[in-house]
């Protein structure tokens, strides 16, 4: 075929397609079909299409003998892949018809499949993002990763209060990928090291197979396409007949259930509870996994292993395959016979480390005596790495220490760059937790701002807007969305506005009717819908803003005839299983919003709506629905942040303090169409150091003080006065996080906010040049940056070699 370009297709061929699937994949007729047949049809259909352009893309790389970037991360947090599919293959509406011929709802089949969730939040949804961008790019490059039978927790509330239950995206048929029980890999865990012959011989106590499934990833127009590749546990050996014929049946299954359990769930953890086992066990499945396998590769096509970091990049999605480095070096020491000082400079010729946090409790380190047992070889050559470290820089900086292997520490030493993904953020990371490795390594950091796909962040998700745009300056900004400044220009016209308007209208509805479906009622489409969504973590706020909304109530009720400006607050997001301060925060807004919400002196001006079990797909229907974007953690502890991203370009204005990426945001839109308030990172800092801190800004604050009152005392939990005494003896005795110091500020600021929407006209200006004025934002810019200054790595597509990138 002629290269990469898109066959053109009718819908009645299409239908035509979806037919034969039907019946010769999912072995139906149409007349028995359930969704879930017309689901499957549809994206078999789908994927046909993406083969040819994935083979074409597999050959090109070949030719070219050019560099592939493995993205190594424990998290792929992709949700549906329909839209995402058809929108790259041009093919949305060719689907949507063809499905209407069939007599089906294309929405309905669309929502029939489920959203995976092989990741917890911002780490594993910006993997996702690159793995679109670098494919929409023309990078070569795979994505490896865990199969987890089971993703992320579903999320219930029980009066009020979180409950979880297992995800099983995996109970159906996965539609996209291809399974490869050829492609399989050996990893040994446990056992002893010893010398023979003058070889180290590293003799395991267990093994498993890490074997492959693979999905293809389509680009933009479908130019180029790379593969997501992520690894099953399986046993070495089946099934164990013997203990069966004995008639132990437990027994004979036992190496089969041993080995799937490292494959078998994600950790709900972000940023707590870190120091399993089974957690250690994974990491190193899944990156011995993809380095054996990018290292078959290489050889494969007579590559010379002193020459890798010419072909590879390996980029470590924050620590959590940070012994990517000591697999590396054993590999080359243990099998291809390099010395030691060869070996950690060939891997750290390959290597980079993304820092995701400067959270301490988030910083992975295990214990010795752990590593030991489970690693021995790499505890050896762990020792080895900090002994070169240590005479190569004179540095003080231990990788072992105090008992304990420290990954963050491990993976600077063997990375030949290191990024923050906020220029705030890349400067803390200087600052603070590498301080001294940045010393001893200077130019080793540096900053890579995150990004967002903009084909399913607006395109996909937002087709009154996208249709807005395309009318406004053309069709081609999805693959280039600094074309999105063509907007300010319009930012003037009363027709635009009024367009503008009218998208963000249908979408306020869509939501409306959509959580109606869903066990909600209907919402006021007059009202601001003012949305936090995202993981529940003391740092990021949601207490702040649960206070804000009950002195917001008293205020109301005590002036009732204020021309209070309606709001819905809308929250959103999964707190981890065992972190209970954030599962109390999730309770406290479910109460909260069962007193408010039936009050009658406040309900038409204020609501709390707190839907269950958000996902990659609810952030979908949200983020195109929303007014103003609530991006409220302490200054300096988002990394970045990429949902306040997300919101801007969909013309909702931020609402947040001076941390990760809002402080670039507030660069871009304009500090008029940003609510800024708050400490700033050095101020929370300063703050700290005082004595008393919280307590003295609760006593300056009567507004506050009065809400936390009605909380301890039980206004909101009448049937369990005593609910919330320990959260709210948190704030006065140490608030960490300082909700009580910047309380007064974001209350004043939401009070702008009320102003600012009342002014209709003026609102819909604001959220316009949001819109326009975040085309940087974009993860192709991203990924384009960690091409440039990272890997070296140039693009495939013709006509994007010699592009300029815009960094
Ligand atoms: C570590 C060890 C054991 C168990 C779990 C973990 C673990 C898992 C997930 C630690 C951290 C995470 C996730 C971190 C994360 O999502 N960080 C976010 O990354 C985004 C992308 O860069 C940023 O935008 C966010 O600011 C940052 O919080």
New binding site residues.
Partial sequence: MSAMSIPPVSPSEFSADILRHLKHSLGKDDSHASLYDWRMSLSLALRDRVVDPWFESTRKTYEARGKRVYYLSMEFLIGRLIEDVAVNLGLDAVAEAALADLGQDYAAVVANEPDAALG????GR?AACFMDSLSTLGIPAYGYGIRYEHGLFEQHFEDGAQRETAETWLSQRHAWEFERPEVSYPIDFGGHVFEENGKTIWRCAETVMASAYDTPVIGWQAQWANTLRLWAAKPTTAFDLASFNRGDYIAASAPEALARTISRVL?P???TD?GKEL?LKQEYFFTSASIQDLLRRFLSEGGDLNELPDHVAIQLN?T?PAIAGPELVRLLMDEHGFDKEAAIKTARGCLAYTN??LLPE?L?RWPEELFIRILPRHHQIIQMIEAAHLSETGSAVRILEHGEVKMGELAFVMAHHVNG?SALHSDLVKETVFADLHRDYPGRIINQT?GITPRRWLYSCNPPLRNLINETIGTSWPNDLQQLDGLAAHAGDPAFLDAFQAAKDSNKARLSNWLKDHGGHALDPEAMFDVQIKRIHEYKRQLMNLLETVALWNEIRDNPNAGWTPRVKIFGGKAAPGYVVAKQIIHLINDAAKVINADPATRDVLQIVYPENYNVSMAEILIPATDLSEQISTAGK?????GNMKFALNGAPTIGTLD?ANVEIRDCVGADNFFLFGLTAAEVTARRAEPDYARRAIEASPRLARVLSQIDSGVFSPGDRGRYGDLVQGLWNHDYFLVTCDFDSYFDSQRQVDTAFADKAGWTRMAALNTARVGWFSSDRTISGYARDIWNAPSLIASRTSRKDVA
């Fill in positions: 917890n939040g911002g780490l910006l950790y953890d972000d940023t870190i957690r924050d959590h995701h946090t988030a992975e993904v995150n988002e990394a970045s942040g990429t990760g």
